[in-house]
């Protein structure tokens, strides 16, 4: 069973830089897309934001808000995807969170980490 923990998060101020990194374990990590979400607070759960994924083959795509100052990427030796955050701003201020998608039992199944606090000071 595929397992995400996050880490990385931390107290930045305006401007700096912080980068998240995402551990897979229980499955082939080369063959799992990932995908990087965020909840700004008050935001319920099912309105996380999309920042940035990554496809098992290194395609990337990344959301508007962050587009020019965030690199999403992957070392398949260390079954870990990283999240280069630059220029980061106050409204970046979130709980971030990796995903992946499984087939178990049956079906597909949404894989989320705990998150990782990302606090951005003014």
């Known amino acids: 069973q595929v397992q995400l923990v996050e880490s990385g998060g931390g107290l930045v101020q305006a401007g700096g830089s912080l980068r998240l990194s995402c551990v897979a374990s229980?499955?082939?990590?080369?063959?799992?897309?990932i995908t990087w979400y965020r909840q700004s607070p008050g935001t319920p759960e099912n309105q996380r934001e999309l920042?940035?994924?990554?496809?098992?083959?290194?395609?990337?795509n990344y959301g508007d808000s962050v587009k020019g100052r965030v690199n999403v990427s992957r070392d398949n030796a260390k079954n870990t995807a990283f999240l280069q955050m630059n220029s980061l701003k106050p409204q970046d201020t979130a709980l971030y969170y990796c995903?992946?998608?499984?087939?178990?039992?049956?079906?597909?199944?949404?894989?989320w980490g705990q998150g990782t606090q990302v606090t951005v000071s003014s």
């Open positions: 920042v940035a994924s990554i496809t098992g083959g290194g395609s990337t």
């Open positions: 995903k992946t998608t499984t087939w178990r039992l049956g079906r597909w199944r949404d894989v």
């Open positions: 229980g499955s082939t990590f080369r063959n799992l897309d």
